[in-house]
């Protein structure tokens, strides 16, 4: 049975550790040698706290000891005296700060290093991954799930990017005005990527509600705060609202529930609220992203709460506009899924034929929709293989119970 000190090192490491890894590398400028403190600081914990007790402040605690390695392994390294000195003396406020720990609080510097993954000089397709790991601490074989590729390929990426950030002396900052755009899109992405993550229970959590999501969550509406004129902050924040409101009605006794079956009386109408007036904030600067446009796209659907109804022909419209401003996969099948319903399962078919086939192998929803479409058609035995590779792709025992509950209709049907 796990200690109450080894539960709590745990949770501090869950709940902390991109603000740790935050604080560290911002001042240091070195992510791996952050990272490496750090975990030796965990180590320490689960050594020291079972025999003295939780410290007050956890999290304090750790900051102190992670620092005091960082110091020592840059006394260890053959480094210039000058170099020594500044990692010396970046590390003065922490000591300062860290003298009373039951009180110790520290800035949350997670945006500068949010920032600093998305540097022109680290190639864009690591961009999102290395602010996933470094950030909110997913781990590199659930990124490669995510991302299909290999761990191993997937950790030497991530290695590279942060070498990269040291040797370039790549600043942690937020952009000045004219090189926001840009970077912005990649924090925001990568944000994204970190909600849709915990939203389907890849990083392990119970309740991923008190994960990642709540995580993304936060950085935006920090974002927001900052970036009080950048309507697609806006859209992101308002997007992952609209999601999170649903969030109980998504299970039933364990069960899954699509949107559509979803018993709209479960929906946070207080988080809706919040969400439909950051939508019509970012509308106000007539500058419509492809955030603000998916956030527009969940409001049709929070809509059914107060008519009954789903307005297909706007959702219909609505991902025409994403697909124009950004063709990804996921946009282009969820499309085919609104066709169906519109115009039938024939037309849904021939979009979902139309995409490049590579692409599709290994995207679960492709499978499932198509599953769907075709079991629409009466093509039983197609349907039920498309079904069983939407099984075997999904990784959540939910989705693939309730794919299966449809399998087995299907088979029975054609029996």
Same mark, same amino acid.
């Given at each position: 049975?796990?200690?109450?000190?080894?539960?709590? +090192?745990?949770?501090?490491?869950?709940?902390?550790?991109?603000?740790?890894?935050?604080?560290?590398?911002?001042?240091?400028?070195?992510?791996?040698?952050?990272?490496?403190?750090?975990?030796?600081?965990?180590?320490?914990?689960?050594?020291?706290w079972?025999?003295?007790?939780?410290?007050?402040?956890?999290?304090?605690?750790?900051?102190?000891? +992670?620092?005091?390695?960082?110091? $020592?392994?840059?006394?260890? *390294?053959?480094?210039? =005296?000058?170099?020594?000195?500044?990692?010396?003396?970046?590390?003065?406020?922490?000591?300062?700060?860290?003298? =009373?720990?039951? =009180? +110790?609080?520290?800035?949350?510097?997670?945006?500068k290093?949010?920032?600093a993954?998305t540097?022109?000089?680290?190639?864009?397709?690591?961009?999102?991954?290395?602010?996933? $790991?470094?950030?909110?601490?997913?781990?590199?074989?659930?990124?490669?799930?995510?991302?299909v590729?290999?761990?191993?390929?997937?950790?030497?990426?991530?290695?590279?990017?942060?070498?990269?950030?040291?040797?370039?002396?790549?600043?942690?900052?937020?952009?000045?005005?004219?090189?926001?755009?840009?970077?912005l899109?990649?924090?925001l992405?990568?944000?994204? &990527?970190?909600? %849709?993550?915990?939203?389907? %229970?890849?990083?392990?959590? *119970?309740?991923?509600?008190?994960?990642?999501t709540?995580?993304?969550?936060?950085?935006?509406?920090?974002?927001?705060?900052?970036?009080?004129?950048?309507?697609?902050v806006?859209?992101?924040?308002?997007?992952?609202?609209?999601?999170?409101?649903?969030?109980? &009605?998504?299970?039933?006794?364990?069960?899954?529930?699509?949107?559509?079956? *979803?018993?709209?009386?479960?929906?946070?109408?207080?988080?809706?609220?919040?969400?439909?007036?950051?939508?019509?904030?970012?509308?106000?600067?007539?500058?419509?992203?492809?955030? $603000?446009?998916?956030?527009?796209?969940?409001?049709?659907?929070?809509?059914?709460?107060?008519?009954?109804?789903? =307005?297909?022909?706007?959702?219909?419209?609505?991902?025409?506009a994403?697909?124009?401003?950004?063709?990804?996969?996921?946009?282009?099948?969820?499309?085919?899924?609104v066709?169906?319903?519109?115009?039938?399962?024939?037309?849904?078919?021939?979009?979902?034929?139309?995409?490049? $086939?590579?692409?599709? +192998?290994?995207?679960?929803?492709?499978?499932?929709?198509?599953?769907?479409?075709?079991?629409?058609?009466?093509?039983?035995?197609?349907?039920?293989?498309?079904?069983?590779?939407?099984?075997?792709?999904?990784?959540?025992?939910?989705?693939?119970?309730?794919?299966?509950?449809?399998?087995?209709?299907?088979?029975?049907?054609?029996?």
């Amino acid at each position: 049975m796990k200690s109450d000190a080894g539960r709590a +090192a745990e949770k501090v490491a869950r709940q902390s550790y991109g603000k740790l890894i935050a604080f560290l590398a911002a001042r240091s400028r070195d992510v791996p040698a952050a990272e490496d403190a750090l975990c030796d600081a965990l180590a320490a914990a689960l050594r020291t706290w079972p025999e003295r007790g939780v410290p007050d402040n956890p999290e304090a605690w750790l900051l102190t000891v +992670a620092r005091r390695n960082l110091l $020592q392994a840059a006394r260890r *390294q053959t480094v210039r =005296d000058n170099a020594r000195s500044t990692v010396a003396m970046a590390f003065e406020e922490a000591e300062e700060r860290m003298n =009373d720990v039951h =009180d +110790a609080v520290f800035p949350d510097e997670r945006l500068k290093l949010l920032f600093a993954c998305t540097h022109p000089a680290i190639d864009k397709s690591v961009h999102t991954p290395l602010m996933l $790991q470094t950030v909110l601490g997913i781990d590199a074989k659930t990124m490669a799930r995510a991302f299909v590729v290999s761990p191993d390929a997937m950790s030497q990426r991530l290695v590279r990017a942060k070498v990269k950030i040291r040797d370039a002396g790549i600043p942690f900052a937020i952009p000045e005005r004219p090189l926001l755009p840009e970077r912005l899109a990649g924090v925001l992405a990568a944000i994204y &990527a970190a909600y %849709g993550i915990g939203w389907d %229970g890849l990083d392990g959590e *119970q309740d991923s509600r008190t994960g990642l999501t709540g995580e993304a969550i936060w950085l935006g509406r920090t974002l927001t705060t900052i970036l009080s004129d950048e309507p697609e902050v806006m859209g992101l924040l308002s997007l992952m609202l609209y999601c999170e409101a649903r969030g109980h &009605a998504r299970r039933s006794g364990g069960a899954y529930i699509p949107l559509e079956e *979803q018993d709209t009386g479960l929906w946070n109408e207080i988080m809706m609220a919040e969400a439909d007036a950051l939508l019509r904030k970012a509308g106000s600067f007539n500058r419509f992203g492809p955030f $603000q446009c998916q956030a527009a796209i969940q409001s049709v659907h929070a809509t059914r709460r107060r008519t009954g109804t789903t =307005d297909w022909e706007a959702l219909a419209t609505l991902y025409r506009a994403l697909i124009a401003m950004k063709p990804s996969l996921g946009a282009k099948v969820a499309h085919a899924a609104v066709i169906g319903r519109l115009e039938g399962a024939a037309p849904a078919l021939a979009l979902l034929d139309a995409l490049e $086939q590579r692409s599709v +192998a290994s995207y679960q929803p492709y499978w499932a929709v198509r599953a769907h479409l075709l079991s629409e058609l009466g093509e039983s035995e197609a349907g039920a293989t498309a079904y069983r590779i939407a099984i075997g792709l999904s990784d959540s025992p939910a989705v693939s119970s309730f794919l299966t509950d449809r399998l087995r209709a299907i088979i029975s049907r054609s029996a």
